[in-house]
């Protein structure tokens, strides 16, 4: 088989556009959460600056700003991991149903 | 006070930049290191004795560029951290939690949260669509020669613009810190720099990389813990010293208004994000995995290094404020750092371990920009071999023997531009250029490349308009603002207000790419929209594409 028939064919697969719709929903969702997540930060900064100076707690020194901050870095991290997770479990797994069923 | 605020903050904005008080103006020659020179040298004959290795490994064009697909998704996470773990970033984001605490923060984490993006929405199409260079992946079901001419444009000019920078930045700090005379730190990287590539391609280019890397991170583990070990492990406690100490008080536990208009905040914001998507020798790294998957482990062990690292630095910068701006050791006559606040980190090298550390820390630095120079030079020789020679002049039909020479004669010539052009501007003031290399990078590169995977209706003529739109734009803001058209031309007034372009020349890129692609009513147009389809499939399967079975 050609390998552009087998692409038509994959496209018009059912498990492919079920395969597109999850991992795109997943992608986008996740990517919203940094961006709202990352501008909120950065609009917060440009906006309201005191509100990140704001102590932890009473007679503290460390502000809220500080545990915000290392929170979006480790956050950021573990949504990579989730994503990548998902991505090479469920995700692969369907691909390769995808691609055997194109090559029957 | 605006202008200098200016500066940084420029110099911060990209990664790559060493920042003000380095590469602006004379550095006094200190004595000879000699401990930093002899660890420099066990640096140098290890990673010439990989490129031995490497370069009995790299015969076919795959080797060269993509080290023949085999570097696991570990070892290029590390490799991409290494890229992305610049010099300034370790001295400049410490130096900005030195000087203003808080802010060095927002920094770190603008640089981080584009990778998360790059994982969702780039590395396994990218990595699936393409070969050798993002310019693959571009012009996948576009016309091969604007769109590769107009890739290669931007990509060498991204190349060019930052080793400038790299070449200028690494001959001052050498100056500094080992003692060295500036034009022979300046070629010593350039042919240092030659060698790695040339002879062992992208397997040394990564692998000193990955060396890089460990030792950088390590070093800042070290130095990280050895801060916190004398609070107790106690952050609060160290911010308690810190703003005891520090001229501005309380006021460094907040943000002290580098940001304060909420339109440059988001520019920057896009700048950090888009424009990290849009490097080339960032995009190149994921050509050198097997498939999608370790393209995916690759990010993911990336952030998290990159992540850590921007951590450490973080704790790195306070433990400075601490322990080096109360040491006069480290202070000259008026109280000011000696070296500028960038050696504030390498200063504290000294103060937790001593002498042999400040000599690994300072070999460290040394290393880390000869592993980005290297990255930068082997995309560079890429653009041109890969994309201008074997597609725009032979066709797309290379002799691959000859393309790899090609390769490696655009190595050694931009090597030597690079050593011509660091020695050429080591009194100019380069601080614009790292903004502009961003600014090119997020407004030609990622809409071409962004466009061309997620929009079916991108044409060629909307692409190369789209493109060149984006990169004239960022170049006439970046001329036309602050820092060239006030600070450097001397002018009073700039033109364009601000130091922050990407928000408009990525906006005008999109909409060009867009008009210009629905009003395209040729025939190819038609055709190229048709083949979006199986573009698609093969993005998301990657069926067709090419694995290590291949090679």
């Known amino acids: 088989m050609k390998i552009n028939d087998r692409y038509i064919s994959i496209e018009n697969s059912s498990k492919f556009q079920k395969l597109v719709k999850r991992r795109n929903t997943f992608s986008w969702f996740l990517s919203s959460i940094i961006l709202i997540i990352y501008f909120a930060f950065i609009l917060t900064i440009a906006f309201y600056p005191k509100l990140l100076g704001i102590p932890v707690a009473q007679g503290m020194v460390t502000t809220i700003g500080i545990p915000i901050g290392l929170f979006i870095i480790v956050f950021s991290i573990i949504l990579t991991g989730f994503y990548v997770n998902r991505a090479n479990g469920e995700f692969d797994r369907l691909t390769k149903e995808v691609i055997e069923e194109s090559l029957k | ?551």
């Open chain 2, 1 to 551: 006070m605006k202008k200098v605020f200016y500066t940084m903050i420029f110099l911060l904005w990209s990664e790559y930049s060493i920042a003000a008080d380095v590469i602006s103006g004379e550095v006094k020659k200190p004595p000879v290191n000699l401990t930093a020179i002899s660890m420099f040298i066990l640096f140098v004959v290890g990673t010439l004795f990989i490129t031995y290795w490497a370069a009995k490994r790299t015969k076919s064009a795959k080797d060269f560029y993509a080290a023949g697909g085999k570097i696991t998704g570990f070892q290029n996470g590390l490799a991409i951290a290494g890229d992305y773990m610049s010099a300034a970033s370790f001295l400049g984001i410490s130096a900005l939690v030195f000087a203003s605490g808080f802010d060095g923060l927002i920094y770190s984490i603008g640089f981080l949260v584009g990778w998360p993006i790059i994982l969702f929405l780039i590395a396994e199409r990218l990595r699936n669509l393409g070969k050798y260079t993002f310019a693959d992946v571009a012009s996948y079901r576009l016309k091969q020669k604007p769109i590769r001419s107009l890739s290669a444009i931007g990509s060498l000019m991204v190349v060019l613009i930052y080793l400038i920078a790299q070449m200028v930045g690494a001959g001052k700090l050498i100056q500094l810190l080992f003692g060295l005379d500036y034009n022979i730190a300046v070629m010593g990287v350039g042919v240092l720099m030659i060698l790695y590539v040339t002879f062992g391609g992208m397997l040394a280019t990564t692998w000193v990389q990955i060396i890089k890397a460990v030792l950088l991170l390590s070093g800042a583990t070290f130095m990280a813990f050895m801060v916190l070990k004398m609070f107790n492990f106690s952050f609060e406690a160290l911010f308690v010293k810190a703003v005891e100490v520090h001229d501005n008080g309380i006021s460094i536990m907040a943000p002290g208004g580098f940001i304060s208009n909420p339109v440059d905040a988001i520019s920057l914001g896009l700048a950090l994000m888009l424009g990290t998507a849009g490097l080339p020798h960032i995009l190149m790294r994921f050509f050198t995995v097997s498939d999608a998957k370790e393209a995916r482990k690759s990010v993911f062990y990336a952030t998290g290094f990159i992540g850590y690292f921007y951590i450490l630095t973080f704790v790195i910068g306070f433990g400075s404020i601490v322990l080096v701006s109360t040491n006069p050791e480290f202070l000259n006559l008026n109280g000011d750092v000696i070296g500028g606040n960038n050696m504030s980190a390498i200063h504290l090298a000294k103060a937790v371990g001593g002498d042999v550390f400040l000599g690994f820390i300072s070999a460290v630095a040394f290393a880390t920009i000869l592993a980005v120079v290297s990255g930068l030079t082997l995309a560079g020789a890429s653009a041109v071999s890969h994309d201008l020679y074997a597609n725009v002049f032979k066709n797309g039909k290379p002799d691959e023997i000859k393309e790899i020479r090609v390769s490696k004669i655009t190595t050694i010539i931009l090597g030597l531009i690079a050593i011509g052009l660091g020695i050429l501007f080591e009194k100019q003031n380069i601080a614009y250029m790292v903004g502009l290399a961003f600014a090119i990078a997020a407004s030609t590169n990622f809409p071409v490349l962004f466009l061309s995977m997620y929009w079916r209706g991108l044409t060629t003529r909307g692409a190369f308009i789209g493109g060149a739109i984006g990169l004239f734009t960022s170049v006439i803001l970046v001329v036309l603002g602050p820092i060239v058209w006030v600070d450097i031309i001397g002018n009073s007034d700039p033109i364009f207000p601000s130091i922050y372009p990407a928000i408009y020349s990525i906006s005008i890129a999109f909409i060009a790419s867009w008009f210009f692609s629905i009003t395209d009513r040729s025939s190819s147009a038609v055709i190229e929209k048709s083949n979006f389809g199986p573009q698609f499939v093969r993005s998301m399967t990657g069926v067709g594409s090419e694995g290590p079975s291949s090679h």
